[in-house]
């Protein structure tokens, strides 16, 4: 059974950075290898939508709200997957989910962390 822990989020004034992490527990290393990973952020009031992902081969897309600002990576000797965030803007605040994706199972989603971009 797959687990995902985000963690990082926060508040930040306009303008800056964070680093966001997921941590994948209950798999192997060579599973997660083999796995799609995304994130995900859903504001106040709208709906949950794709920030980026990254496939097993390492193939990224990004939304076009945060491409060129974002940057999704993952470190498969950690089961980890990273977003890095920068020239936040308030438009960003949102809840912040992390995605685990494999053909045959079930898609795994972690909790969640909040990121606020206010001054």
């Known amino acids: 059974q797959v687990q995902l822990v985000e963690s990082g989020g926060g508040l930040v004034q306009p303008g800056g950075s964070l680093r966001l992490s997921c941590a994948a527990s209950?798999?192997?290393?060579?599973?997660?290898?083999?796995?799609?990973m995304g994130w995900y952020r859903q504001a106040p009031g709208k709906q949950r939508e794709l920030v980026a992902s990254?496939?097993?081969?390492?193939?990224?897309n990004y939304a076009d709200s945060t491409k060129g600002r974002f940057t999704i990576s993952r470190d498969n000797a950690k089961n980890m997957a990273y977003l890095q965030m920068n020239s936040l803007t308030p438009e960003d605040t949102a809840v912040y989910y992390c995605?685990?994706?494999?053909?045959?199972?079930?898609?795994?989603w972690g909790q969640g962390t909040l990121v606020t971009v206010s001054s």
């Open positions: 995605k685990w994706r494999r053909s045959g199972a079930l898609d795994a």
């Open positions: 209950g798999i192997s290393r060579s599973i997660f290898s083999i796995s799609d």
């Open positions: 990254i496939t097993s081969g390492g193939t990224t």
